[in-house]
Structures are given as C-alpha cells and as structure tokens.
C-alpha cells in the first residue's frame, strides 16, 4: 500500500506485530485486540498523513472481527452480530500525540482528521506549533497537565477554531506568540459553533484576546481557565454568542477582562476577573449576559462597565478595590446589579450617567473613596434595599438632571452628606433611613429638586436636612429626629416645601430659615428641640402652616434680625419659653393660631420687633398672652383673643 498523499510506502504503528499490506499477510491486533481500521493508527512514515481505510474491506479481511461478526451470528443470530459489529466499530479510542513519532500521529491536526467521534486524543509533553479547526467531537488532553503541553499558534489566526461538535480540551497552555502588533480579531481560542468543554487550560495571546465567542450558534463551557496577559481581551463575546465560563482566573489583559457585546449573553460564573487594564466586565450594543458570584477587583477603570444598551445581570459579585469605580453604567446602559458587595473603589461605587438606568438592589455599597452612588447627566436608575456606607462623600450623589429613585435603602456613616442632590439634580428617596452621615442627612442646593419620602432622618452630625444655594425639594412625611444641628436648615434662596413630617429632638432649633432662605412648611409635628421650633433670621421668609410647634426647650417661634414669616393655622404649646418671641427687626405674620401653656408669654416682643398678629387665640401661657416691650416697633394685633 502506498500513501494517497506523497505515494510513499506505508508503515505500521510500532505496536502492531507484521506489517499490514504486505503479499499474504493478514491485519495485525495491537495488545488490545483491535485492527488498524479500530484505531486508524496506520500512517505515512514520510509525511506523517494518517490513512484511513474504507469499512466495509477492513472488516471482511481482519479475522478478529470476522470471527467475532461469525459467532455472534450463530449464537444469537443476525441482529445479535450487527449489534457486535456496532460495538466494536463505534468504540472510542485513545489516540497518542507525539512530535517524535513514538505514538500514533506526530501532529495534532494529523490526529483531529484520523479521529471519530468520542475519541480522546492524548497530546504528549512538549510544544506544539499549529493552528487548528475543531468541528467534530474528539477529546484533546494534556499529558501532565498544562505546564508541560504547550500549544502555540501564529498571528493572524486563532490557535484553535471551534465550527461545530461538541469537542473537550483539556489541561493544556494555549498561546498566540508574536512580535507584531496587536491584531485584535484573533486569539487562543474561537468559537463560531457547537458546544466545546475548555476547562484547565491556560490562554494567552500576545497579538490578541484569549477566547473569542461569536454568533448564536457558539456556546461553549470554559471552566477552570487562565486567561491573563492577553494584549487584547481575556473573554470576548458578541454577535449574540453564549457560553459559559465558570472558575476562572482572567487577569492582567490589556484590555476588559470580559466583553460582551452586539447582544452576546453569556454565562460568567464563580470567576477571579481583576487586574485588567480596561475594565473587568464591559457589556455593550445591547449585549447581556449573567455574571454571578464573581469576585472583580484591581482593574483600571470600572468593576462592571454597561453602556450603548448593554443590560445584564450582575448578582452575587464583590466588586472592590477598582481604580474608577465599582459599577459604571452610561450611555443609556441598564443592567441588574443585586446581593453584591461593591467597596473601596476609587471614584464612585457607583457611576450612572448619560441616560443610565440600571437596577441596584440589595447591595452593599461602602468605602468608596468617592461618593457611594452618583447619578448624573439625566440619567435616572432605581436603586433599593442596599445598605450604603462609609464612603468619603454623600452616600447617594445626584447631579446634571439625574432622576434616580432610591427605595428601602440604609445610607449611613458616610464621610459627606447622606444624599447630596444639586445642580438640578432631582430623584425619589423613599422609605430610607438616612443615618449617622458627618454632614447634613440630606443636602440640597444649586437647584437640586428631590422628593423626600417617608424617610427616617436620624442622627447626621449636622442638620437632618439642608436646603440652600436655590435648592428646592419636597420633603414628606419624613421623620427627622437627633441631628447635630436644625432638623431643617434653610438659607440663600432654598425653598423646599416641608410637609406632612415629624421634626423633633434636635441638637438646635427644629425648622431654621435663615439668609434669604423661603420654604413651605406644613402639616408637620415640630417638638422637643433643644431651641426654637422654628427659628427665622437674617431675611428668612417662609411660610408655616397647619404646624403643632410644641414642647421645646426654648421659644416655640423665634424671629429676628430682618428674619419674615407666615405662621398660619398652627397650634403653638407647651415650649419652655415664649409662644412666639420677636426681636432685633424681626416682622412676621401670625393668623389664625392657637398659642397654648407656653412656660413665658404666648407672643414676646422685644426691642425694635415688629409684626402682624391676627386672629390668634392665647391661653394658658405662664406671663400671660402679650408682652410688648415699650421699645418694640409697630406691632399690629387685630382679632385676636385676647387682643391686648
């Protein structure tokens, strides 16, 4: 017999007894009984092509078979020896690979054509240089693992390519080797099709990513892999690829150590992804995409980056120590980000901007060396139920028209203010507790217009909630109690409206407008501060109404220095000191109150106070209703009980 490819004489495996295709003699059996047609293992001895013969004259020629085919029949007739036929002819087999020439093929790809399905092809220690195309399901192993296997491939093409199948490839170093520039498109591994198992491998490319999966037929499993120092990317996914990769270390690559893009939706799990030059995890133009239990730390830019309408899942994950932030969603990216630990991240934990919108939902955000969240550029998210702390600016930062809502959340112990929201900033913080920040518990300025909902404001080193420099919001059915300072301090043009809340204990007064500052405050409870219930001063105007301003531990109005005012409708009682006290050109109006068992008059005016009272009733005050210094301003009373 000759080879078909060079025409040279063939030789048979070491293994075998006589050679195969000499005049007269039968097929030979290796140790294990099977003929070359079971192993294939006949080859050129000049240019190493492996020979495979037809079927059907293998069979009808190698007495073994023939013998057995026999027996069977007349054991347990026809179907009985098909079925040994069957048997004998479909069994996998174990191929050798050695570059020497002591096994079955000294080439790879000589052994990826002579295998069948189901084989396993045993590579030798050594390196290998080839680049390669998978489309049928062999097995591909390592002898001794990884260190000792080395598959390397040129640039420009992918080491090995996976078309179809449902090929395994185990315990081996692949790598692109090259000195040219960086090619982007090619890798240690593609896969375009089928279902292949990577797992022990090691992968590199120097001229360009790691694994690249492309288009929905590709589904690979990558399982206990290193993919590092990778001039491109570690894991590469779009054009709606899948796959899963699980246990992996992806480190060091020059550039994200995970892409998913053009609606790629893979699986990343269980994996150590960190070090990256770009970010850890990028999913873009609309990519997908579940990452679970994933530990992301030490890359250069964000943790997790989603932008261009990337939306995936990010659960379970602990995304720490990044060089810009844990959690960075822009360009109208959204995403799920739930039951994660994001900490000590350099600029934010996380960044939403440029019509983000994801989801963060049962997180820890804390330590960030920035603020815990910042939501910017009209961009909105829902953030809920996580706990967000110890960062060294506000908790939540909202800014530029961002409009997040954040639900059920804990913000505490945060380095700034709690939630900071200016610069038209707006946002729904509902039903959080908004505790022991070292600034305000709330801060609102430059135009900043939240709501504030059913929040428990306890405790901020400063005031519970600050509104100034043109600050708006509305603050509802808030309890706001044990802060620093005012429970509410308004200045320079902020003008909130404060409603339906509970502002009480206070280290100073309850509600403080003061420096131009305006606001509505109404139908509150305002009691037990530490000063007045509410202090107006220095050109502050605003209006109170439908109040219970009691038992403080000072004055239950105080006004002063140019400091304005309506008070309307409200029930004033039980303060240790005055009703109302006016003084130093103070000039509010007071109507229709009830000013009740105040400890000093129901209204003190003192020297150069003004205003307008109307229609107040005055009862039970310990000096009496009225007590007017002779050196008070115009103080205009009219239907009042009493009146004088």
Known sequence: MTC????????????????????????????????????????????????????????????????????????????????????????????????SGNGDYRTIAAAILGARPQDTIVLGPGTYRETLKIDRDVRIVGEGGRSKVIVEGAPEAHVF????????????????????????GWGAISVTGGTPVIEDCDLSASAGGAVFIIGSKANPVIRNCEMRDNRGGGVIVFEHGQGTIERCVISGNADPGVVISGGGNPVVRDCEIRANKGSGVIVLEHGQGTIE??????????????????????????????????????????????????????????????????????????????????????SRGTIEKCVISGNSLAGVAISKGGNPRVLDCRIGDNKDAGVSVQGQGQGTIEKCVISGNALAGVAISKGGNPRVLDCRILENKDAG?????????????????????????????????????????????????????HGTIEQCVISGNAYAGVAISEGGDPVVRECKIRDGQDDGVYVSEHGQGTIEQCVISGNAKAGVE??????????????????????????????????????GNARGAWEISPSAGPVVRTGNRPNA
């Open 4 to 99: 078909k490819n060079c025409g040279a004489g063939l030789r048979d495996h070491p293994r075998f007894s006589k050679a195969w295709g000499a005049p007269g003699a039968e097929p030979p059996t290796c140790a294990g009984g099977m003929s070359p047609i079971e192993t294939d293992a006949t080859f050129c001895g000049a240019c190493g092509t492996p020979v495979t013969a037809n079927l059907a004259r293998p069979v009808a020629g190698t007495p073994s078979l023939r013998r057995g085919f026999i027996k069977a029949l007349g054991g347990v007739g026809v179907a009985g020896g098909l079925a040994y036929l069957f048997t004998r002819v479909s069994s996998s087999r174990r191929l050798i690979v050695d570059g």
């Open 161 to 184: 390519a996976f078309t179809a199948g449902s090929a395994t490839l185990t315990g081996l170093t692949i790598r692109v080797v090259s000195d040219k520039p960086f090619t982007a």
């Open 293 to 378: 239990r994933c530990v992301i730390s030490g890359n250069s830019v964000a943790g997790v980056e989603i932008g261009e309408g990337g939306n995936p899942v990010v659960r379970d994950c602990e995304i720490r120590d990044n060089r810009y932030c844990g959690v960075y969603v822009l360009e109208h990216g959204q995403g799920i980000i739930e039951q994660g630990v994001i900490s000590g991240n350099a600029i934010a934990g996380v960044d939403i901007s440029d019509g983000g919108n994801p989801v963060i939902r049962n997180c820890t955000v804390r330590n960030s060396s920035g603020p815990g969240v910042s939501v910017g550029d009209k």
């Open 465 to 517: 909630v600050v509104v100034h420099d043109l600050g708006q919001g509305t603050i509802q059915q808030c309890l706001i109690s044990g802060n620093a300072y005012a429970g509410v301090d308004i200045s320079d043009g902020g003008n909130p409206v404060l409603r339906g809340c509970e502002v009480r204990d206070g280290k100073q007064s309850g509600v403080f407008v003061h420096d131009l500052g």
């Open 582 to 619: 006016i003084s130093k050109l103070g000039n509010p109006v007071v109507r229709d109150c009830q000013i009740w068992d105040n400890g000093l008059s129901g209204v003190l005016v003192r020297t150069r106070g003004y205003g307008t009272l109307t229609r107040n009733t005055l009862l």
